[in-house]
Structures are given as C-alpha cells and as structure tokens.
C-alpha cells in the first residue's frame, strides 16, 4: 500500500468522526442536552487523544499481559545472561555471540525476534512479513516481535493493524537487582506513516508531540530489516562498511579511483582506518600537534592504492615537522549533523570483477526522520588479499546520487 493511500483513507474516516460528534449536537432544530452533552464532551475527548496518536491509554488487561510475557521471555534467557562476560563498566554491553545466543532460545517461541548488533537477521521473519503483506492489503491483524539489546535486556514490540491505522504497544525490560527483569516503560502509539519496501525494510513513523508542544523536532522514525541479508553480505558489511560510514569521511560519499583520488578527506579518514585496523578507537595524544608522516601513511597505505608522495600532496600536512594534522570531530565546529551522516551502509550485493577485485553495491539506509533504505546507492571495489587484509580501489555514485545528499565538510580546511 502506497503511503498516500494510508493517509487518506485515515482523514476520511476522522473526517466522518468529527462530522458525527458535530451532528449531535443539533438533531432538527433541537439541540442535544444533559446526557447527550456529557457523551458528546467524552467523544471530543476521546477524539483529540486519538489524533494526538501518542501516549494512548492501554487496556490494563492488555497492559498486564504483555508486561507478564516481557518478564517470562527475559527469564527465559536468564542463564545466559548471567554467564555471559559483561566488563567491568557499570553500562553493561554483551557480545553479539551472547545476543544470538538469546535470539536462539526466543526463535523457539516461533516469533520474529532480531538483535540490536548491526545486520541482525529476524528469526521468522516470514511471520513479520506475512503481517505485513496482509496489512497492506487492509487485513487486520497483530504480531509480537523481540528485539534483544546491547544491555541483555529486550523489548517486546506488538504492531496491530485494524484495517486503517496500524499502532504500536511497545514494553522494554533490562535487568535489574539480583538480576531479576525490571520494566522500563509501557508505550501505546498510532504509527503515523508506514512503508515495507521492496529491499526488505520495515519504515515507520510514530506519532509524536509536535511544535508548539516541543520547541525542538521529535524524531519517530524507525526503520527494521525484514528479509534478512545473505551471510556474505553480513560480513562483508560488518568488515568493509560498517566502521567508515557517512560520517567524518568521505570514502563511501564521493566519487573516486585510483586516477582520481584527490578528494579523499585523508585527515578524516585516519580514525576509521585505526580502528578498523586496531579494534579500538584511535586516542589522539594532547601532548602532540599532529600524528607522525610514518604512522600516517603506513596507515593510509595498507587499506588504499596510494603512495606516501600523494598523501603528502592530498591531505593537511605540516612538511616542516612531518605530521599530519588531526582534529577530533566536533558537531557545530568542523561538522555539521545531517539525517544522511547516520545512515547505515549495507552491502546489498557482490560481484567479481575480471582482474580480481570484488564491488560491493552499498545502501545507504537512514532511519531517522526520512526512514530511506537507499538514500544513495554507490558500487565499492574492493580487492582482497590472501593474507586476509583488503584495498579499497574505487567508489562511484549511481543515479545521480550525489545530488540527493549534502556537501562534505573537510573536518580540516584544507589548503588551495
């Protein structure tokens, strides 16, 4: 169903409301009283929290049961969160091998469960996807599925459509003391707008407050993968894409090969590579002005077609005391957010070329505000080596893609 469609078959019926609580008041020439007045005053009310769409009244009932199933899937997993490693910081992350050992004891119930890693397959997807078919087709119905967090804990998602308006009763739970399961928050939303695409993604957007309730935007957006991508794709998401992204670099945003690789932001690009390289994020030492031309371009060169002559050439760097210089990203200083710097990219897609090298065709899928499962779509050559490491050769933006996107911003001015 066309998002359009929606929306207009949800005006009409809202429309016929208010035309029916306004019609009662006059019946002829005579206008309703006492009782009438009192129940027309609790429909209006009704009415205005119904199109507010957000912090809707739940059935305690209802409420009760989804908070009981919450608590007995979370004890469910409670062996194996108790054994699982959780560092010694007092904001509990475990692994994503713990995460999927949870989805697999979830995946018995013979529900949609995913994980909060990123390219999480759904475990029985088609029953997510079924409902969806079905709402787009104006078949009511609901689903229940289990997101499992990064904290161990879960959320506990039911969607119901009933033939106009699909909403949302969401229950999140963590762990709390003696490790027992702790309820966070309760929530029933109307969705405001929803989509499932063809590439397999779930969009939609929640009713939320809006101006001049809020003096700032509320984002509702939310976007969750359906049909699950194929194991090659997931892991070569995970190693190639997943740690550059759109944000403070320009490697999988700009057009480039290797007869043309001026335009890289090396400077910016120094970070990602580290850690990609290392595991861990690269930690810039306050004492110094700038990182070392060795370190630097040893770096620059394992993972790009490149020599030390044209990174000294390309990116800011100070001859005088050979360093390259380096800033930490700064939001407002030498960067300016955008939805498209949080897309995800995804490598939807690969294809062996003739001389050796592999191109990923990457998605980038934005979930906020403008729920997008491809702002841009570019091809990524990648050569692979024996040895398990890999160069990135080339990026090209397909169908005029850089125009639906912003210009990058060099994190470092660079000179003329």
């Not at 929306?7 to 009662?24: E, Y």
């Not at 997510?128 to 289990?146: H, P, S």
């Not at 100070?318 to 498209?340: C, K, M, R």
């Amino acid at each position: 169903m066309e998002i359009i469609d929606m929306i207009t078959k949800r005006k009409l019926k809202k429309m016929m409301s208010v035309l029916f609580i306004s019609g009662c008041f006059f019946i002829g020439n005579t206008k309703c009283k006492g009782a009438d007045l009192e129940y027309i005053s609790q429909e209006t009310a009704n009415y205005a929290v119904q199109e507010r769409g957000y912090d809707l009244p739940v059935d305690e009932v209802v409420k009760e049961e989804a908070i009981e199933d919450c608590k007995n899937v979370m004890n469910q997993m409670k062996v194996i969160y108790q054994k699982a490693d959780k560092g010694t910081s007092s904001n509990i992350v475990v692994s994503e091998t713990v995460m999927e050992e949870m989805q697999e004891v979830l995946k018995e119930k013979n529900v949609p469960v995913i994980t909060s890693a990123p390219y999480s397959n759904m475990a029985n997807y088609s029953k997510m996807e079924e409902f969806l078919f079905r709402a787009e087709q104006d078949l009511t119905g609901d689903i229940v599925l289990y997101r499992i967090n990064r904290d161990g804990g879960i959320e506990r998602l039911k969607f119901n459509y009933d033939g106009t308006d699909m909403y949302l009763l969401a229950v999140k739970a963590v762990w709390g003391m003696n490790d027992n399961p702790s309820i966070v928050y309760v929530s029933y939303t109307r969705i405001e707008e929803w989509k499932y695409t063809e590439k397999g993604w779930f969009g939609y957007t929640l009713c939320v407050p809006k101006y001049p309730e809020v003096s700032e935007a509320v984002d509702g957006s939310s976007m969750i993968r359906i049909k699950p991508l194929s194991d090659e794709c997931r892991e070569v998401s995970k190693r190639c894409v997943y740690l550059l992204g759109y944000q403070g670099n320009n490697l999988l945003c700009s057009d480039w090969d290797r007869s043309d690789m001026e335009g890289l932001d090396y400077n910016g690009l120094y970070e990602y590579l580290y850690r990609m390289k290392y595991g861990e994020r690269y930690e810039f030492s306050g004492n110094s002005s700038g990182i070392p031309a060795e370190e630097f371009e040893n770096l620059i060169m394992e993972f790009l077609p490149i020599t030390a002559d044209q990174i000294k050439k390309w990116a800011v760097f100070d001859s005088e005391h050979q360093i390259y210089a380096w800033e930490q990203l700064v939001g407002g200083s030498n960067f300016t957010p955008t939805n498209f710097t949080e897309s995800l990219p995804e490598a939807v897609e690969i294809k062996e070329d003739e001389d050796g090298c592999m191109t990923l065709v990457i998605n980038a899928v934005c979930d906020r505000f403008i729920c997008d499962d491809a702002v841009i779509t570019s091809e990524l050559t990648v050569k692979f080596n024996e040895d398990s490491t890999f160069k990135y050769m080339g990026n090209k933006i397909l169908n005029n893609g850089m125009k639906k996107i912003p210009e990058y911003q060099y994190r470092i001015k660079r000179k003329n």
